[in-house]
């Protein structure tokens, strides 16, 4: 927990001052010890911003007795902020709009805390005409932590990313959390996003985009026509993309915007939009983007009996209370609003909700919950049930189906049954498979609304295989995209099934499966 709030707040106001004074950050003396006390292993973060830029630094209290933490008296002459992960508690100075918080959280070594500051309008970053430094800079937003970076300006299209340097696959570092939609002609559009900084995670990487690519041959041969990116080098980034069809045949492009270098366990995210109307063509004319949601609407959308069209999501209420939410659009995708919400303690970790609406009506969400790599935390697939289209739900509780800490896949058939793609058997405990729980992608059918399901279709059984997501078409062929080795192989995969394949389960519907295997995109390569 945070010591000595006093001598915090005293080192906030010191800092919030230095932009009016012009002090140089590397003239500043050394905080009073101690400003925090760091148990062992308790990780470090800071945030030094510099030229519109979040740069990172992680480290860790050594396997010493627990000391005082000092922060360093050189950057190089740029602000900083000092952040340590996974924070729940705050504290904020009136006037400095720099709020402190700490938390006790699961870590494999020691507790992760946090400490946000940020300096509004450096005039160390003042341009050569004198003026101030970015705005986007100017303390910490409203929701009890986020940086107010500003997330409201649209961001950059780029057309035929492969031709720049910048979004080139080559330059590629990560990539994954692949989404396809189908138009009603057949043409096939996947998205995903890529990071550009070696050794970093997709998750946690500082400068990632979404890449949008198409296929007018059935998924054989890929265009990567656009992509996404809020302000190239600087401290937004863009990540989960929802490529759709609605409808009334419009694509649209959903794709969630946050901060570099901010936990991305935070999830303060907004969600944007381009819509086309002429979906067939492998260079639709896009809308201008438009903030439609806050949060993460990274699942596919489920158009209710009644017509409306339900965006199941998440969010961030404070720092350790999470949003479950039920984002409804009742005319047509021209406004959005939240129907209902389900508050849940962070702690859960609930993420990534999918819906489904079932034949009596009512709406069944199923969420992802727990800790990715870290076994040990509680984890599965939680689910609640509303019965007033998404008004109000019940309680949240574990489902009976068992699940790693990842992305699923759940969706009604145009026979009516359902379609579940997850890792490993219905009933298999993830414990029980180590870390190394991100395996097996297998496809499931239940002919009785989510009571029982067949025996399975394993589609990957390699380690690394992660995000499924799914779309059947007319002819009733099932195409299947997902994701492996996100930081070395970079694959996105494309593969088709039918649902007697599903059901069958047999060593020759796997094999077809495993032959039907095509290559959207390859990060690292030309």
Not at 165 to 177: D, F, I, K, L, P
Not at 185 to 213: D, L, M, Q
């Amino acid at each position: 927990m945070i010591r000595n709030l006093g001598v915090v707040s005293l080192m906030l106001s010191t800092l919030a001052c230095l932009s009016a004074t012009g002090q140089s950050i590397d003239s500043l003396s050394p905080i009073p010890a101690p400003l925090l006390r760091l148990g062992v292993g308790d990780s470090v973060r800071f945030l030094v911003t510099a030229e519109g830029r979040l740069f990172s630094w992680l480290g860790t209290v050594p396997n010493k007795k627990p000391a005082p933490f000092e922060p360093p008296t050189e950057v190089s002459g740029e602000d900083w902020a000092l952040a340590l992960d996974d924070a729940a508690e705050n504290y904020s100075e009136p006037g400095t709009r720099s709020p402190l918080s700490s938390h006790e959280g699961p870590t494999r070594t020691g507790s992760s805390k946090e400490v946000a500051v940020v300096i509004a309008n450096s005039p160390q970053f003042a341009d050569k005409a004198g003026n101030p430094g970015p705005p986007q800079f100017q303390g910490i937003g409203p929701k009890e932590g986020a940086p107010a970076i500003a997330m409201d300006g649209p961001p950059s299209l780029i057309p035929n990313p492969s031709a720049t340097e910048t979004h080139s696959r080559a330059n590629r570092t990560c990539t994954g959390v692949p989404s396809i939609a189908i138009t009603r002609g057949g043409r096939f559009w996947v998205a995903w996003y890529s990071g550009t900084t070696p050794g970093a995670k997709i998750e946690s990487c500082p400068n990632a985009y979404v890449v949008v690519s198409t296929s007018a041959d059935g998924g054989t041969t890929w265009k990567e026509v656009l992509a996404i990116d809020p302000d190239g080098p600087g401290p937004l980034k863009a990540v989960d993309p929802r490529p759709w069809v609605d409808p009334e045949g419009g694509l649209w492009i959903i794709w969630h915007m946050t901060i570099s270098g901010w936990s991305y366990t935070y999830q303060f995210k907004k969600a944007w939009a381009i819509t086309a109307g002429d979906g067939e063509n492998e260079n639709p004319s896009w809308s201008q983007p438009r903030h439609i949601a806050d949060g993460v609407m990274l699942n596919k959308p489920v158009v209710l009996s009644n017509g409306d069209w339900l965006f199941t999501a998440h969010d961030r209420k404070t720092l350790d209370v999470s949003l479950l939410k039920a984002v409804v659009s009742d005319d047509k995708g021209r406004t959005f609003n939240i129907r209902g919400a389900i508050e849940v303690s962070q702690d859960l970790h609930a993420i990534e909700p999918m819906t489904v609406e079932r034949k009596d009506g009512s709406l069944w969400m199923l969420i992802r919950t727990g800790h990715a790599g870290h076994p040990e935390s509680a984890q599965g697939i939680y689910e609640s049930v509303s019965t007033d289209r998404g008004a109000t739900w019940g309680p949240l509780k574990p489902s009976a189906i068992k699940h790693t800490a990842s992305r699923f896949y759940i969706g009604r058939l145009q026979s009516g049954n359902l379609l579940l793609v997850k890792h490993s058997g219905i009933d298999v405990d993830p414990a029980s498979q180590g870390k190394k729980q991100r395996r097996e992608l297998t496809a499931f059918i239940s002919q009785d609304d989510g009571r029982s399901w067949s025996s399975g279709l394993v589609v990957d059984e390699r380690i690394g295989c992660t995000y499924p997501d799914a779309q059947q078409t007319a002819d009733g062929t099932i195409y299947l995209t997902w994701d492996f080795q996100r930081s070395s192989e970079q694959e996105i995969l494309l593969t088709t099934f039918r649902e007697e394949d599903v059901l069958a389960g047999s060593a020759e519907a796997m094999a077809r499966v495993k032959t039907n295997r095509r290559l959207v995109s390859k990060g690292g390569v030309e």
